[in-house]
C-alpha cells in the first residue's frame, strides 16, 4: 500500500531534549512538509521540501530543523530552542510543481513537559 | 494583514440537508484553493481544489466556488450523511501554483440523523 507513516503516533519528552519526528512516503512524491497544529488553529508550515538535498523554512520554523538525504525520508527534529513544542505534528507529501492535493500522515502528537 | 477566516463555531445540521460551509481571505492572490477533510486526532484529507479562473468545481455531492472579488470559497455537501461529520479545512496556495498552502482553522461540521 502507497502512503505517508509518521512513527511514533504519541510521544512524551523531557523541556530541554530533542526529539526526531520519523516521516516516510512511498508514493514517489518529490515534495514534503512539516506542518504542526494547534487546538482551535489551522495548521502551519514549518519546512518544506521540492527536492531531495533542498529545503526551504516556512512559517514557523525556529526551533526546528530537518533533513532531506532520501526522496522517501523527510525527519523532523524538535530542538530544545522550540518554546512550545507541544502540539500535533503532520507530515505530508506530494508530486510537486503545480499537481494539486497534498497527501498526509497519521500525525505525531508530541507532549513535552 | 493576510489572513484566511472560517466559522469557528460548528455547523449542525439535519441529515439530508446542504451543509454550506465559508472561506474568506485578504490580502492573498491564490493561484488556486484547496478543500480537506479532517477527523479527529488523524491527518486532513484532500477532497477538492478550484482554480483563480474557476467559478465551480463538483465532485460527487461536493461542490466548491470561488469568487476573487469577493475573496470568498464556499463548500456545499449536499444529501448529507452522519459519516460527513469531520472537520473541514480550506487552503490557500501562495506560492504562485507550487503548492505551498496556508491553512484555515476548519469549520466542524456536525450531521444529526
Known amino acids: 500500500d502507497g502512503g505517508i507513516t509518521q512513527s511514533p503516533k504519541y510521544l512524551f519528552r523531557k523541556e530541554g531534549q530533542n526529539v526526531t519526528l520519523s516521516c516516510e512516503q512511498n508514493?514517489?512524491?518529490?515534495?514534503m512538509y512539516w506542518y504542526r497544529q494547534d487546538p482551535g488553529q489551522g495548521l502551519r508550515l514549518i519546512y518544506y521540501?521540492?527536492?531531495?538535498?533542498?529545503?526551504q523554512k516556512g512559517d514557523i520554523a525556529e526551533g526546528y530543523s530537518v533533513s532531506r538525504e532520501k526522496k522517501e525520508s523527510f525527519p523532523l527534529t524538535v530542538t530544545s530552542a522550540q518554546k512550545n513544542p507541544t502540539a500535533f505534528y503532520l507530515c505530508?507529501?506530494?508530486?510537486?510543481?503545480?499537481?494539486?492535493?497534498?497527501?498526509f500522515g497519521p500525525g505525531t502528537r508530541l507532549t513535552v513537559t | 494583514s493576510q489572513k484566511i477566516e472560517q466559522n469557528s463555531e460548528a455547523l449542525n445540521i439535519q441529515e439530508g440537508k446542504t451543509a454550506t460551509l465559508t472561506c474568506n481571505y485578504t490580502?492573498?492572490?491564490?493561484?488556486?484553493l484547496q478543500w480537506y477533510r479532517q477527523d479527529p486526532g488523524r491527518g486532513p484529507v484532500f477532497l477538492l481544489l478550484?482554480?483563480?479562473?474557476?467559478k465551480e468545481k463538483r465532485k460527487e455531492r461536493l461542490k466548491v466556488t470561488f469568487d476573487t472579488t469577493l475573496k470568498q470559497s464556499l463548500f456545499h455537501i449536499t444529501a448529507s450523511q452522519p459519516a460527513d461529520s469531520a472537520t473541514y479545512l480550506c487552503?490557500?496556495?501562495?506560492?504562485?501554483?507550487?503548492?505551498?498552502?496556508?491553512f484555515g482553522a476548519g469549520t466542524r461540521l456536525a450531521v444529526h440523523p
Open positions: 505530508a507529501s506530494s508530486i510537486g510543481g503545480d499537481a494539486p492535493g497534498q497527501y
Open positions: 508514493l514517489n512524491h518529490d515534495a
Open positions: 521540501s521540492q527536492i531531495v538535498n533542498d529545503f
Open positions: 490580502n492573498y492572490s491564490p493561484a488556486y
Open positions: 478550484i482554480r483563480e479562473n474557476e
Open positions: 487552503a490557500l496556495d501562495v506560492a504562485g501554483g507550487y503548492n505551498k498552502l496556508i
